[in-house]
């Protein structure tokens, strides 16, 4: 008889060990906000914030004529295939509207949360050979600069320079343009034409670190002590991607793009290991931060085609063959799991007891 109830608690305590999801995965999946699933085969936000595809529908006359975005079937580096939105020129825009009638635009619910501590997380192959903002909340304009992001090379144009020639590094400012020392882009994530990558951006207690492939590139202080001061209420200012003006097709990138998604929380080490373990697996269960607003949204007047400034014209990476990026390190293939150690131990007591009991018998 107790032979059999020990054979009861090994079975219980191996069935739940197997149901054991780690609670910090999980945890952080729930957390996610925004999530562009391109390769589901749409551009909108899978939890309703506004999109405005200037490339589309929404481009403004006169101002763009470059092919629209598209979703087409891609392959990746290593052989897995699924769909991706080509972005030749313009860009999108997320997280602000405009109504019929008004001047200025309007955040989200949710757009607070691009403020500070937050991740985002972008698969994408890029084969730019100028400057261009591949996505996040970076703006300036002749007194001011805030917000963050990740770029695509160098840009002389704009006052002190900006960006790594051939490389993603991460920009971010929040402050009077007209100082120096408020803008930051030193954390360079290497050199990343023409090779899919996976990017995560974690921001938390002012500081942003930057992952590529599941490995940690660096860690800065970032532009701000509290939070940044993220722009909304202009065109060009919300969050965008595959663009820095993408009413006007300024400072654009060319890239094949699976997905960007952004995250209420500051990824771990190890949570940004398992995102990119996951890169081409389904997409995290999270939510949107609250009922999308219901007011009517138009595009912008071709007329009046924006308030947002022209920091000056686009300049080139430095001529010269494209190189590809060298092989980053890889990430576990099975990034470590929490197990419940209560359960196992049980488990290894009851072992321990059957063992005894079968000396014994003998």
């Known amino acids: 008889m107790l032979k059999k109830i020990f054979a009861g608690i090994i079975v219980l305590a191996l069935a739940l060990s197997m149901c054991i999801i780690p609670a910090s995965a999980d945890d952080f999946g729930a957390t996610c906000f925004f999530d562009a699933e391109y390769k589901d085969g749409s551009l909108e936000d899978k939890y309703g914030a506004h ?6 529908a929404q481009k403004m006359e006169n101002y763009y004529d470059g092919p629209a975005i598209e979703i087409k079937e891609v ?23 405009q109504n019929e009638g008004d001047e200025k635009w309007t955040a989200d619910p949710g ?6 501590n937050f991740t985002m997380e972008i698969y994408a192959k890029i084969t730019n050979t100028g ?6 909340t970076w703006f300036e ?29 991460v920009i971010d400012a929040n402050g009077d343009f007209t100082q120096s020392g408020t803008v930051h882009t030193t954390l360079k994530g290497g050199k990343a034409r023409n090779k899919w990558f996976h990017m995560v951006l974690v921001n938390e207690g002012a500081k942003n670190t930057l992952y590529v492939n599941g490995q940690c590139i660096g860690t800065e202080d970032a532009a701000t002590l509290e939070h940044y001061d993220c722009i909304s209420d202009i065109t060009n200012s919300g969050f965008r991607v595959g663009s820095y003006r993408p009413a006007t097709d300024q400072f654009s990138i060319n890239m094949e793009c699976a997905y960007v998604r952004l995250y209420g929380a500051p990824a771990t080490a190890e949570q940004a290991a398992a995102l990119y373990a996951n890169k081409v697996g389904a997409a995290p269960s999270g939510s949107a931060p609250d009922s999308a607003p219901s007011n009517p949204t138009k595009a912008p007047d071709s007329s009046n085609p924006t308030d947002a400034p022209k920091p000056g014209d686009p300049t080139d990476a430095p001529a010269g063959p494209s190189q590809a990026p060298a092989t ?8 470590p799991k929490t197990f419940d150690l209560g359960i196992v131990s049980i488990a290894a007591m ?8 079968k000396k014994k018998k003998k």
Do not use: R
Not at 51 to 56: A, C, H, K, M, P
Not at 141 to 168: C, D, H, L, P, R
Not at 350 to 357: K, Q, Y
């Open 51 to 56: 999109t405005y595809d200037f490339s589309g």
């Open 75 to 97: 392959t990746d580096d290593d052989g897995n295939k699924f769909k991706a939105a080509v972005f030749a020129g313009s860009g999108i825009e997320y997280f602000h509207y």
């Open 111 to 116: 757009f607070e949360k691009l403020n500070a």
């Open 131 to 136: 400057w261009g903002l591949v996505a996040g």
């Open 141 to 169: 304009n002749s007194s001011s600069t805030a917000g963050w992001g990740i770029q695509m090379g160098y840009n002389s144009a704009i006052q002190g320079g900006i960006g790594q020639a051939n490389q993603i590094s």
């Open 328 to 335: 980053p390190t890889q990430a576990p293939v099975n990034p």
């Open 350 to 357: 009851s072992l321990s007891s059957l063992v005894v009991l």
